[in-house]
């Protein structure tokens, strides 16, 4: 067996993972009642199932350049995937979209209470 065919059968396993990681998360997005858990259905399995599209791809192609460019969008996504998780978990909060009783720790509520206590400057 030859390296290329060893890199074809990871890649196409990735690929598979992958695409059954970005259903799955497709899944919680359908099925999960509340925002907090839709938000976590759709940011944990589907980074790591970008992750493992991106190298199944990367293994099949076994190109340079494709191969940097697909690093360059795994660390995008692991940049922003948090930023726009904790966003939109806060706008959620914020218009009550997050109902106080399900939270085991609620920090916000405490910090925008102080945030209207302070003195405008």
């Given amino acids: 067996m030859s390296w290329t065919v060893v890199a074809d059968v990871l890649g196409a396993v990735c690929l598979m993972l992958g695409a059954g990681l970005a ?3 497709a899944l ?3 099925r999960f009642p509340d925002l907090l858990s839709r ?3 759709a940011t944990k ?3 790591l199932g970008l992750m493992l599209l991106m190298a199944g791809v990367s293994l ?3 190109n340079a350049t494709v191969t940097w460019t697909l ?3 795994i660390m995008f996504q692991l940049i922003t995937g948090p930023i726009s998780a ?3 978990g806060r706008a959620g909060y914020r218009t009550g979209k997050v109902h106080a009783e399900q ?3 609620d920090e916000l509520t405490q910090d925008l209470e102080k945030s209207e206590r302070a003195p405008d400057s």
């Fill in 60 to 62: 099949v192609q076994r």
């Fill in 86 to 88: 904790h966003m939109l």
């Fill in 45 to 47: 399995p589907q980074v």
């Fill in 71 to 73: 690093v360059l969008v």
């Fill in 103 to 105: 939270l085991v720790v």
């Fill in 23 to 25: 259903f799955i998360a």
């Fill in 39 to 41: 938000m976590h259905a």
């Fill in 28 to 30: 919680g997005l359908v």
